[in-house]
Protein backbone atom coordinates (compact mmCIF):
# COMPACT_ATOMS: atom_id res chain seq x y z
CA UNK A 1 0.00 0.00 0.00
CA UNK A 2 0.78 3.47 -0.30
CA UNK A 3 1.87 3.74 3.93
CA UNK A 4 1.58 1.92 7.04
CA UNK A 5 -2.13 1.42 7.79
CA UNK A 6 -3.19 0.48 11.10
CA UNK A 7 -6.58 -0.46 12.53
CA UNK A 8 -8.63 -0.07 14.79
CA UNK A 9 -7.35 3.97 15.12
CA UNK A 10 -8.82 3.97 18.52
CA UNK A 11 -10.45 1.23 21.12
CA UNK A 12 -11.59 1.36 24.40
CA UNK A 13 -11.80 -2.00 26.30
CA UNK A 14 -12.39 -2.75 29.99
CA UNK A 15 -9.65 -3.83 31.99
CA UNK A 16 -8.79 -7.67 32.10
CA UNK A 17 -10.21 -7.58 28.20
CA UNK A 18 -7.60 -9.51 25.46
CA UNK A 19 -7.17 -7.01 22.79
CA UNK A 20 -5.35 -7.59 18.98
CA UNK A 21 -3.90 -4.34 16.85
CA UNK A 22 -3.56 -4.68 13.33
CA UNK A 23 -0.36 -3.54 11.32
CA UNK A 24 -0.47 -3.18 7.58
CA UNK A 25 3.37 -2.28 6.27
CA UNK A 26 4.39 -0.70 3.18
CA UNK A 27 4.35 -3.84 0.44
CA UNK A 28 8.10 -4.88 0.44
CA UNK A 29 9.35 -3.63 3.62
CA UNK A 30 10.95 -6.23 4.99
CA UNK A 31 11.53 -4.82 8.60
CA UNK A 32 8.29 -4.34 10.45
CA UNK A 33 8.81 -2.24 14.53
CA UNK A 34 5.87 -1.91 17.34
CA UNK A 35 6.09 1.17 19.80
CA UNK A 36 4.16 2.33 21.74
CA UNK A 37 3.78 6.26 23.41
CA UNK A 38 1.81 6.69 26.85
CA UNK A 39 0.78 10.09 27.77
CA UNK A 40 3.38 12.73 28.13
CA UNK A 41 6.32 9.95 27.18
CA UNK A 42 8.28 8.82 24.54
CA UNK A 43 8.51 6.51 22.59
CA UNK A 44 9.29 2.82 23.76
CA UNK A 45 10.17 0.15 21.79
CA UNK A 46 8.40 -3.29 21.83
CA UNK A 47 9.29 -5.81 19.08
CA UNK A 48 11.03 -5.54 16.21
CA UNK A 49 10.49 -8.38 13.12
CA UNK A 50 13.27 -8.72 10.07
CA UNK A 51 12.07 -10.76 7.44
CA UNK A 52 12.27 -14.74 8.20
CA UNK A 53 14.68 -14.12 11.30
CA UNK A 54 13.24 -14.64 14.77
CA UNK A 55 11.75 -11.25 15.96
CA UNK A 56 13.42 -8.72 18.80
CA UNK A 57 11.26 -9.13 21.74
CA UNK A 58 13.61 -7.28 24.28
CA UNK A 59 10.60 -4.28 24.47
CA UNK A 60 8.05 -5.97 25.58
CA UNK A 61 6.94 -5.00 28.70
CA UNK A 62 5.45 -8.32 29.82
CA UNK A 63 4.73 -11.79 29.47
CA UNK A 64 0.74 -9.84 28.52
CA UNK A 65 2.16 -9.06 25.28
CA UNK A 66 2.54 -10.70 21.98
CA UNK A 67 3.00 -10.20 18.47
CA UNK A 68 3.13 -12.02 15.32
CA UNK A 69 3.75 -11.40 11.82
CA UNK A 70 2.17 -13.69 8.98
CA UNK A 71 3.59 -14.29 5.43
CA UNK A 72 5.96 -11.51 5.89
CA UNK A 73 3.67 -9.18 6.04
CA UNK A 74 0.89 -7.85 8.38
CA UNK A 75 1.37 -7.71 12.30
CA UNK A 76 -1.08 -8.37 14.99
CA UNK A 77 0.14 -7.27 18.93
CA UNK A 78 -2.19 -9.02 21.19
CA UNK A 79 -2.31 -7.68 24.35
CA UNK A 80 -3.97 -10.18 27.37
CA UNK A 81 -5.78 -9.04 30.21
CA UNK A 82 -5.68 -5.65 29.71
CA UNK A 83 -4.16 -3.21 32.56
CA UNK A 84 -5.17 0.58 32.60
CA UNK A 85 -1.24 1.15 32.19
CA UNK A 86 -1.68 -0.51 28.95
CA UNK A 87 -3.26 2.44 27.78
CA UNK A 88 -1.48 4.21 25.49
CA UNK A 89 -1.12 4.55 21.70
CA UNK A 90 0.56 2.31 19.77
CA UNK A 91 2.16 2.72 16.49
CA UNK A 92 3.46 0.82 13.74
CA UNK A 93 6.58 1.64 11.24
CA UNK A 94 7.94 -0.71 8.39
CA UNK A 95 11.63 0.14 6.32
CA UNK A 96 12.81 -1.49 3.42
CA UNK A 97 15.50 -2.68 5.40
CA UNK A 98 16.50 -2.82 9.17
CA UNK A 99 18.94 0.37 8.28
CA UNK A 100 16.79 2.49 6.18
CA UNK A 101 14.28 5.24 7.36
CA UNK A 102 10.89 4.53 9.15
CA UNK A 103 7.73 5.22 7.79
CA UNK A 104 4.91 4.90 10.77
CA UNK A 105 1.53 4.46 10.73
CA UNK A 106 -1.51 6.98 12.10
CA UNK A 107 -1.48 4.38 15.41
CA UNK A 108 -4.04 2.94 17.59
CA UNK A 109 -5.03 4.65 20.85
CA UNK A 110 -6.14 2.30 23.28
CA UNK A 111 -8.12 3.04 26.48
CA UNK A 112 -8.15 0.44 29.03
CA UNK A 113 -11.08 1.33 31.22
CA UNK B 1 22.82 1.44 26.04
CA UNK B 2 21.66 4.03 23.22
CA UNK B 3 20.44 7.40 25.01
CA UNK B 4 19.03 9.97 22.92
CA UNK B 5 18.29 13.97 24.75
CA UNK B 6 16.74 16.81 22.83
CA UNK B 7 17.03 20.38 24.15
CA UNK B 8 14.88 22.32 24.43
CA UNK B 9 11.96 20.23 25.91
CA UNK B 10 9.77 23.41 24.73
CA UNK B 11 10.01 26.62 22.16
CA UNK B 12 8.04 29.64 21.41
CA UNK B 13 9.19 32.28 18.55
CA UNK B 14 7.53 34.74 16.75
CA UNK B 15 6.50 33.55 13.12
CA UNK B 16 9.40 34.43 10.74
CA UNK B 17 12.43 33.61 13.10
CA UNK B 18 15.21 31.15 12.12
CA UNK B 19 15.58 28.42 14.89
CA UNK B 20 17.70 25.61 16.00
CA UNK B 21 16.29 21.92 17.68
CA UNK B 22 18.98 20.18 19.46
CA UNK B 23 19.55 16.35 19.28
CA UNK B 24 22.79 14.31 21.09
CA UNK B 25 23.45 10.47 21.42
CA UNK B 26 25.45 8.32 23.76
CA UNK B 27 26.74 5.86 20.97
CA UNK B 28 28.07 6.79 17.71
CA UNK B 29 27.88 3.66 16.27
CA UNK B 30 24.95 4.45 14.29
CA UNK B 31 23.45 3.79 10.93
CA UNK B 32 21.60 6.62 10.72
CA UNK B 33 19.39 9.33 12.20
CA UNK B 34 15.63 10.46 11.32
CA UNK B 35 14.01 13.67 12.57
CA UNK B 36 10.38 13.02 12.89
CA UNK B 37 7.24 15.65 13.44
CA UNK B 38 4.18 14.69 15.53
CA UNK B 39 1.19 16.88 15.29
CA UNK B 40 -0.97 16.43 18.36
CA UNK B 41 -3.34 13.05 18.63
CA UNK B 42 -1.62 11.80 15.05
CA UNK B 43 1.44 9.55 13.89
CA UNK B 44 4.89 10.82 13.07
CA UNK B 45 5.82 11.92 9.59
CA UNK B 46 9.43 11.42 8.90
CA UNK B 47 11.16 15.00 7.88
CA UNK B 48 14.45 13.87 6.93
CA UNK B 49 16.72 10.77 7.29
CA UNK B 50 20.70 11.48 7.44
CA UNK B 51 22.66 8.33 6.70
CA UNK B 52 26.02 8.10 9.27
CA UNK B 53 28.29 8.73 6.22
CA UNK B 54 26.63 11.97 5.45
CA UNK B 55 26.47 15.44 7.22
CA UNK B 56 23.37 16.70 6.29
CA UNK B 57 20.14 16.82 4.77
CA UNK B 58 17.99 19.57 2.99
CA UNK B 59 14.11 19.46 2.17
CA UNK B 60 12.74 22.84 1.92
CA UNK B 61 12.94 25.18 5.04
CA UNK B 62 14.57 22.13 6.81
CA UNK B 63 18.10 21.34 7.48
CA UNK B 64 19.42 18.79 9.69
CA UNK B 65 22.87 18.53 10.36
CA UNK B 66 24.70 15.19 11.65
CA UNK B 67 28.15 15.11 13.52
CA UNK B 68 28.64 11.39 14.19
CA UNK B 69 31.42 11.29 16.02
CA UNK B 70 30.16 13.98 18.63
CA UNK B 71 26.72 12.49 18.88
CA UNK B 72 24.66 15.40 17.91
CA UNK B 73 22.02 16.33 15.28
CA UNK B 74 20.81 19.49 14.36
CA UNK B 75 17.34 20.31 12.94
CA UNK B 76 17.70 24.15 11.46
CA UNK B 77 14.12 25.58 10.66
CA UNK B 78 14.00 28.68 8.72
CA UNK B 79 11.32 31.81 8.33
CA UNK B 80 8.99 29.52 10.88
CA UNK B 81 5.74 29.36 10.16
CA UNK B 82 2.56 28.81 13.01
CA UNK B 83 1.50 25.75 10.74
CA UNK B 84 5.46 24.42 12.37
CA UNK B 85 3.83 23.97 15.44
CA UNK B 86 4.59 20.21 16.19
CA UNK B 87 6.60 18.41 18.32
CA UNK B 88 9.39 17.33 16.86
CA UNK B 89 11.65 13.86 17.06
CA UNK B 90 14.96 12.67 16.67
CA UNK B 91 15.97 9.38 16.55
CA UNK B 92 18.78 7.02 15.73
CA UNK B 93 19.03 3.67 14.51
CA UNK B 94 22.02 1.32 15.21
CA UNK B 95 22.46 -2.07 16.55
CA UNK B 96 18.98 -1.64 17.84
CA UNK B 97 15.88 -0.16 16.10
CA UNK B 98 15.53 3.24 16.15
CA UNK B 99 15.93 5.22 19.70
CA UNK B 100 13.84 8.25 20.18
CA UNK B 101 14.31 11.32 22.26
CA UNK B 102 11.62 12.77 23.72
CA UNK B 103 10.86 15.92 21.74
CA UNK B 104 10.44 19.53 20.84
CA UNK B 105 7.74 20.83 21.31
CA UNK B 106 7.63 24.14 18.96
CA UNK B 107 4.77 26.59 18.68
CA UNK B 108 5.60 29.57 16.43
CA UNK B 109 3.49 32.64 17.57
CA UNK B 110 1.57 34.54 14.09
Known sequence: GAGVSQSPSNKVTEKGKDVELRCDPISGHTALYWYRQSLGQGLEFLIYFQGNSAPDKSGLPSDRFSAERTGGSVSTLTIQRTQQEDSAVYLCASSPTDNEGYTFGSGTRLTVV | ?110
Request: proline residues 5%.
Open chain 2, 1 to 110: KQEVTQIPAALSVPEGENLVLNCSFTDSAIYNLQWFRQDPGKGLTSLLLIQSSQREQTSGRLNASLDKSSGRSTLYIAASQPGDSATYLCAVSGNTPLVFGKGTRLSVIA
